[in-house]
């Protein structure tokens, strides 16, 4: 079993620094950014969607524990929000920390999630995720999640 406890303060400035250099790297290799300023552009962005860090209404920052013995494996970010009249769980961020990864934590975080999320009244649960990320499609497609929409990019060559 994996648990889902209220992410520490200590924790939080780690996790923080970690998710802002994650999300900048991802951003530049799906081509979506240049790397130039792209760190700044990830904190900027990240900073904006919590602006009063782990007491931002509505924001949840959960660290993700081995329950065995309560080894923190890694964290999850998410949100409840309004979308169209419905209660929805956004997924912010989800990440494992790289020796216990492949051990079904992140699998078992995201059910925990799911019923963590319908007590907040949430009907549905949302997230991103970069298409070169191909474990990450597999974990969720094979949890029931579907592709709702799909962004595309051509790089064009200067003429």
């Known amino acids: 079993m994996t648990l889902l406890v209220p992410m520490s303060p200590e924790v939080h400035a780690e996790v923080l620094s970690a998710s802002i250099a994650d999300y900048a790297r991802d951003n530049v290799t799906a081509g979506r950014w240049p790397a130039v300023g792209a760190l700044e552009r990830a904190r900027s962005e990240i900073l904006a969607l919590l602006p009063q860090g782990l007491a931002t209404p509505d924001h949840h920052l959960l660290e993700i524990r081995a329950s065995a013995d309560g080894t923190r494996v890694g964290h999850l970010w998410f949100a ?3 979308r169209h009249g419905q209660r929805a769980a956004f997924v912010f961020d ?3 920390r790289p020796p216990h990864r492949r051990q079904g934590h992140a699998r078992r975080a995201l059910v925990a999630l799911e ?4 007590e907040l009244g949430a009907q549905s ?3 991103h995720v970069f298409a070169f990320n191909e474990s990450a499609l597999a974990l969720y497609r094979g949890l029931g999640w579907r592709v709702t929409s ?3 990019i051509k790089p064009l060559a200067p003429s």
Do not use: K, P
């Not at 019923?115 to 319908?118: K, N, S, V, Y």
């Open 80 to 82: 409840i929000e309004s």
């Open 115 to 118: 019923t963590l999320a319908r």
């Open 94 to 96: 989800l990440a494992i």
């Open 125 to 127: 649960m949302g997230l």
């Open 150 to 152: 799909l962004n595309m």
